[in-house]
């Protein structure tokens, strides 16, 4: 009897054991399958993200890639699709859909990722500062660049020069240290560093002159000669404008224009000449000059020009912000290089908002030398681009003392028709 | 009934009693065993969610689905200690996963061991994940974290000193932060054992689960 007890004891025990055997185990599992579940998420993300950066490759080695022939791309037991569509606010947008597969107990599975990005062309405004050839000079401890900078050629850094924006450049970065007093080398890229990005100086005049010629106002003199012209924009949409032969001394009588009919998508330019400009700007307008031979091409600063309200807020520490009750833009083109006059109005300060483009130079201070008087502070509230630097102070207070802090809204948004490269860059990605 | 037959029936009970307690013993480990398998899978599962969140939530610093609302990038982070990290970004919605367009702020940040909530657990050292959208409650849940720390570093792949991080935040200067190594424990908020019990230490190591993210990039921090 007493067996047959045990035996039922046992027997029952067993099936319990069973029964609590197949919970572990089953528990055991599901905690490695949760670990596999993430690497397989883990997987079929990075198909995507990596067929997205190999798209991203190709746009930017060629601007006119439109997908591959066969636009699936196999990698890591999956595959990615990339899909492209331009909508009407980007040039292109691109979708890379990755399918991760996978068998488990005998059947197939599959987990899917996404990664979208978007790119535009490169504007140049867009660069809180641009210089296609950066030359020999340093940036130093103490100097701070305000926005996105990038340089064509290879940037030399001495100590702890800081970077507000991302910074790139084609051939690299020099960083020197301990030299002259300025520390150990630590350049401070608080947006980011990359290197090599090939961003090609380029103007493209015909393009400006197309769009201004539709829609915009172009000067030329009748007879083909070079032309001046002044423009003085006012705060209440009008501007005032003259012209005279490039060389001769007389303006002609200056005429007020309502902007609104003046230029009504915004482009002023000057077939081949000088342009003189001043005043407050009420609008989002893009003014340039092309050169015509000799002393031509230039934009001469005549005195402030700004916005009605300045395009930045000053917050603790020197801090700025964008300040929302800016909507003025203004872009300011010299296919020679853009000159601050110097006369009576410039010699107490120069303040001026605007994105400016020099092709053939950088912005510079007419007849500066080290005898100079101190003409105090040139503030540019916008951003420079510029194919080298130019001098506009020295050392002795010669000139000017120059500030120069970005104005963010050009990072999203540009002056009409501002030049652009051929060459994409990203604006948007998710993943 | 003889003298034998007392002899079968006093040894079969010993026999029974001895299997008795061996089948008493391995039902005791086999309940152990269940209970330390089951806490494994608990911190296994809850490990692998909030890294889920935290790199798909990280991944998106400084991004906009309408591109031309994004923030400046350097400036999309906004806060960041080792325990905790604030930034821009655009929040997906029930009808919009992609996000709204709008940009919202996120910050997660980890409480004390020693708060109200997580001192009811058996475990001393869980500790709640905060997650908050833009000036929402809170949402936080104890997952059994011990260890929540974030590493971060600059575009030459040098690591940031927390007090330079603190000063910028506090100027509203850009943090330069590229790169974040982020570092996570999880252990089993409950226990098996006696936490009295030196020798039969339950808050130990091999009861937790690790996890490093050596270098997570967040693209729209670093794209222009």
Redesign the interface.
Known sequence: M??K??LI??IS?SL??TV??Y??SN??S??AE??A??YI?TNAHNIAASAANIAANELFRDPNWSGFSQDTLYMNGGYAVISVSKPA??KAKFDAKAVYKFFYAGEEFSEESRV???L?ATNYS?FGYYTNVWGSGYLVTGDTIDG?FHTQTKLNTLGSPVF????TTKQGINMVGNKYGFGPANP???????TPVDVPFTLNTSALLGVASTGGRVFQHPSGSNLDVRLHFNADETVEWSTRKTGTSSWSTPIVADLDTFTTNGVIWNKKGNLYLSGTVNGKYTVGTAKGGGSTGYVYLEDDIVYRKDPLKF???G?TITNPDCEDMLGIIAEKQVVVKDNAANRDDINIHAALFNYDGGITVEGISSSKPNMGTMRIHGSLIENSAQTTGYTNGAGYHQVIKYD?RY???TPPSFPATTSY??????? | MGFSSLL??IG??M??GI??II?FR??DS??E??YL??G??I???NL?SV??LLEYDL??IG???N????P???EALLSATDTSISFLTDVPTDTKP??DGIIDTLKYWTGSPLEEDVLKTPNPNDRMLFRQVNGEPPLYSNMGITQFKIVYF???GNEIPLYTLIANAS??????I?TMQIDITVENTASYGDLADEENEVYSKDKSAFWRQIRLAA??????
Request: glycine content about 10%.
């Open positions: 007493g067996g007890a045990i004891v046992v025990f319990m054991f609590v055997k919970n572990s528990t055991s599901n905690a949760r670990l579940s993430y998420k606010n980007a979208n990005f978007v535009n867009r996105p507000l924006g991302k910074v401070e890229f608080k947006g980011g560093y990359e917050v603790n520490g801090t963010k990072r999203n948004s860059e990203i604006v948007s990605w998710f993943e | 079968d029936i079969s009970t026999v029974g299997i008795l089948l391995m039902n086999a309940v065993n269940h398998n089951s494994e899978l911190v296994q599962t692998i890294v889920e991944r998106k991004y906009c689905s591109w031309e609302g994004a400046v990038p350097g992609f996000g600059d575009a030459l100027a509203k200067q850009p943090l330069g590229i693209p729209s921090l670093n794209n222009r």
